[in-house]
Nanobody, 124 residues
Framework: QVQLVESGGGLVQAGGSLRLSCATS????????MGWFRQAPGKEREFVAA????????YYGDPVKGRFTISRSNAKNTVYLQMNSLNAEDTAVYYC?????????????????WGQGTQVTVSS
């Protein structure tokens, strides 16, 4: 069993930055791919970014390419999402997810464990 706890969300002005963290429990973090998804009110859950087990491969959704960076520390069992140049369209609840395979995926159904989410609100 893997437990995920997100942190770092909050209120930020447009153009600002936030860094989300997702701390995981369990000894298998190193072999898991990790992902970030988001869901805005009235919208479906959207892929944001993913990273493979080693951190050597990363994937991004088109709306965040060039602005967001996903990274991980296997020593700390933590995955991060650095978000820069935020705009109002980035406002959503952000979820961390773990996939029990080494390779990342764009699809939420491929992930086995989910965090409770952290709210990010960007004021314009």
């Amino acid at each position: 069993q893997v437990q995920l706890v997100e942190s770092g969300g909050g209120l930020v002005q447009a153009g600002g930055s936030l860094r989300l963290s997702c701390a995981t429990s369990g000894r298998t973090f190193r072999g898991y791919a990790m992902g970030w998804f988001r869901q805005a009110p009235g919208k479906e859950r959207e892929f944001v970014a993913a990273i493979n087990w080693s951190g050597g491969s990363t994937y991004y959704g088109d709306p965040v390419k060039g602005r967001f960076t996903i990274s991980r520390s296997n020593a700390k069992n933590t995955v991060y999402l650095q978000m820069n140049s935020l705009n109002a369209e980035d406002t959503a609840v952000y979820y961390c997810a773990a996939r029990a395979t080494p390779s990342g995926s764009y699809y939420s159904t491929d992930y086995d464990y989910w965090g409770q989410g952290t709210q990010v609100t960007v004021s314009s």
